[in-house]
């Protein structure tokens, strides 16, 4: 139990293109996934927080129109990038927390976000 | 973000021994949770810890949730090669956004 995947697992794409991250909960229901970054050799630095129906929580200075998050439903959250550019290249990790399990936090094995 | 403190930053061992790495920060958190990241993957949960002076383990794996709650260690005995990865300590606050530490490489010679 508690399997969080992600899609894609990596991606490529031009400078000033979109890319949408998604994040789902394969055998749980999620009401708050956390989306974190990680540059290489680096931690998890918390992009956001999300909320199932409601607006997403964002860390101090990270750009809420660039990192664009939608927790449509109980198992899949997604970041958009918008106008991407090369400093945005980074690996992109997803998270959630089912319920009943205390403050666990479950993994999905992340996606890696080239922008040329 | 808050800033958790973890050290050592890299630990190359023998198979076999003891290994031992600490969280701290200047912030009282309310869990602590060990994490292990394979290159490329996302971070693997190893032990989760609920109670300033909780002591768990985890097959070869013992963490500890200090007793200021400000800190956390973390302790592998035996080690073998398959440990090798990037260890990371996250701290929660009020609420349910978690803080990572600035991670551990371990390198195990076998």
């Known amino acids: 139990g508690a399997v969080v995947s992600q899609h894609p697992s990596r991606v490529i794409c031009k400078s000033g293109t979109s890319v949408k991250i998604e994040c789902r909960s394969l055998d749980f229901q999620a009401t708050t996934m956390f989306w974190y970054r990680q540059f290489p050799k680096q931690s998890l630095m918390l992009m956001a927080t999300s909320n199932e129906g409601s607006k997403a929580t964002y860390e101090q200075g990270v750009e809420k129109d660039k990192f664009l998050i939608n927790h449509a439903s109980l198992t899949l959250s997604t970041l958009t990038v918008t106008s991407a550019h090369p400093e945005d290249s980074s690996f992109y990790i997803c998270s959630a927390m089912p319920p009943r399990t205390g403050n666990e936090q479950f993994f999905g094995p992340g996606t890696r976000l080239t922008v040329l | 973000g808050q800033q958790l403190n973890q050290s050592p930053q890299s630990m190359f061992i023998q198979e076999g021994e003891d290994v031992s790495m600490n969280c701290t920060s200047s912030?009282?958190?309310?869990?602590w949770l060990w994490y292990k990241q394979d290159p490329g993957e996302g971070p693997v949960l190893l032990i989760a810890l609920y109670k300033a002076g909780e002591l768990t383990s985890n097959g070869r794996l013992t963490a500890q949730f200090g007793i200021t709650r400000k800190d956390s260690f973390l302790n592998i005995s035996a080690s073998i090669p398959s440990d090798v990865g990037i260890y990371f300590c996250a701290g929660q606050l009020l609420g349910n956004q978690f803080y990572f530490g600035t991670g551990t490489s371990l390198t195990v010679i076998p």
């Open positions: 912030s009282i958190f309310n869990t």
